[in-house]
């Protein structure tokens, strides 16, 4: 828990790190958490980090710089993932892991940036797999979505501090569908794709024209939808109803779908 690695604008942000026992060196998880990138923490990972430790992944999972009604955290936030890769890449040899077997999780906020670090050149030869649960993957679709009256917080212009028409370009280039999309044909990760088909906050349509690109643009996807589930539920917070154990329902449907994926994609 709480180890450095150089986030945040005093350069104090820290990982938790969940890591097998047993010698290396293993397969490594980066974990970005949801929180409509005004909220959350890595602690959110305490559930999956041990459970996916005791079957040989290390889990890294990252804390990164939140926004507030008066101060964006973009492009900050994208900072803090980037560096906690690098970190991660750079502390693997005493830390037992594989620098060349990475897979990344995020969850809602988290899986869209998982995705956008999937299609960097710097990161393609590290992580071979992602995971995103029901994940924004376009942010000028769920910016629209989520103005008034459907919400009054407005996370996304939180987040960029400005609105989509006054900075066109950095909506377009934080959004992993439309970045997807400009991306060459076979995106270098394979990914897993899980959501409730009853999600209110972020639309399962969101999922599903995120896997509708995947496939057109040749990558390699496994789609994932739980019947009757909402949202919040893949991580654990104790004072979070929604939020669930890996051994309660969702979880315990997409655990072994999850491991199996996991088992393909970083193999030794």
């Known amino acids: 828990m709480d180890v450095p690695y150089g986030g945040g604008p005093t350069g104090t942000l820290c990982n938790d790190l969940y890591l097998p026992t047993g010698p290396g060196p293993h397969p490594a998880l980066l974990c970005l958490h949801g929180g409509a990138w005004a909220r959350g923490t890595p602690r959110q990972y305490s559930g999956w980090g041990p459970w996916l430790a005791a079957r040989g992944y290390a889990v890294v999972a990252v804390d990164y710089r939140l926004s507030s009604q008066s101060s964006p955290s973009w492009p900050g936030v994208w900072d803090d993932v980037r560096r906690a890769l690098d970190w991660l890449i750079a502390e693997a040899p005493g830390l037992q892991i594989d620098p060349t077997r990475l897979g990344l999780i995020g969850d809602s906020a988290g899986a869209g940036m998982a995705v956008l670090l999937s299609l960097e050149s710097a990161a393609a030869r590290h992580v071979r797999a992602v995971v995103g649960v029901y994940g924004i993957y376009d942010l000028l679709d769920w910016w629209s979505v989520t103005q008034p009256p459907g919400r009054t917080d407005d996370p996304v212009g939180k987040l ?105 994609t970083l193999a030794g």
């Open 160 to 264: 960029m501090g400005r609105t989509p028409t006054e900075a066109p370009d950095a909506y377009l280039g934080f959004s992993a569908l439309q970045s997807l999309q400009a991306h060459g044909p076979h995106p270098p990760a394979r990914y897993l794709v899980v959501y409730g088909d009853a999600d209110v906050i972020v639309q399962p349509s969101q999922s599903e024209r995120f896997v509708t690109v995947l496939r057109e643009r040749g990558g390699a996807v496994e789609a994932l939808p739980v019947p009757g589930a909402g949202h919040s539920w893949f991580t654990l917070l104790d004072d979070h109803s929604d939020r669930r154990r890996v051994d309660e329902e969702p979880n315990a449907t997409v655990a072994p779908v999850l491991l199996r994926f996991l088992q393909k």
